[in-house]
């Protein structure tokens, strides 16, 4: 598939597929999991085997990177596995995970030698109670420890944290000095108004941006690109890494979507904030061309989401069926 193979209608190369694994969880973020939220069958959730078919059929049409998420990737298991053979597959360059860093520490050995090319940590909070009321489960000092793990072994390490207004905007800068003493990326995300994050208000990143800079009077634009997605990344003298911003509400940044995102019920999404999609797992389970899937799924995206009309979002689906 040459370049212009996955060029869509608005001049977008989409080369990069978040990949949902699993629509479980070991914790029960406030804005993404309720206590008792319904579960999809096991027969419905793809089986690695056709997760590694679709992406072999998603390099041919020109993905190049790879993400995988959930739910909670490492609840699944042989989630390492997958991710040794998401590597293998001809024409993908990277493959990275996105976790809520609970069951990481354990694993990491075995995801760096299955070659993961980095790796995202939720962290909310930095205070064990608040923790526990975000999540339900009392697991801060597990994310701690393999957030300096992952460091210590040199791999590439993200902080995503969902900020809440009036619950955890005030821990902004102990987030961000996470990266004065590791070399890692703190990127602050706006809530979407997607399944249960639409009960919770989005703090403008710009206001951060201006908290921070407070804190680091030198704090820089960096131009070099950091990773595949929409983050944009702050740099300072201070900082052994650096500050990232994922506005997805207040900075509509949709003119560069790269992305298409595959649900762990086997779902091919155009974006977020719209239902539609193509049912690959069907598709897949019936003996159809997926390759064909990837190119018309792609002159499917919208031009643009709508965060900022509600009344126009038609996806229902919780974010950890989506995967983030
Ligand atoms: N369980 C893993 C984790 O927490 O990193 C992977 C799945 S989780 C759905 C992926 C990311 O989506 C997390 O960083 C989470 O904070 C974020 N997220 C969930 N709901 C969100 C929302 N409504 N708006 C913005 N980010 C959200
Ligand atoms: Fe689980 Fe991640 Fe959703 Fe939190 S954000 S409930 S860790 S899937």
Known sequence: MNASGNVDHYGR???????SITDRCNLRCRYCMPEDISLISMKEILTYE???????????FGIRHLKVTGGEPLARKGAVGLVRNLKQVPGIETVTLTTNGTLLK???PSLKSAGIDAINISLDTLQRERFREITKFDRLPEVLEAIE???SLGIRTKINTAVMPDINTNEVPALAALSERLPLSVRF???MPIGYGKQCKSYDNSLLLKTLKDRYPDLHPIPEKQGYGPAVYYGSAALLGN??????VHGKFCGSCNRLRLT????LKYCLCYEDGIDLRRLLRSGGNIENAFSYAMQQKPKAHCFETPEQISEQKEMSRIGG
């Open 13 to 19: 190369t989409i080369d990069y597929l978040r990949i």
């Open 50 to 60: 056709e997760i590694i078919k679709i992406a072999e059929a998603a390099a041919k």
């Open 106 to 108: 354990p694993v990491l």
């Open 149 to 151: 793990a992952s460091c």
């Open 189 to 191: 995300i706006e809530m």
């Open 243 to 248: 500050i990232g911003f994922i506005s997805a």
């Open 264 to 267: 762990a019920a086997g779902e």
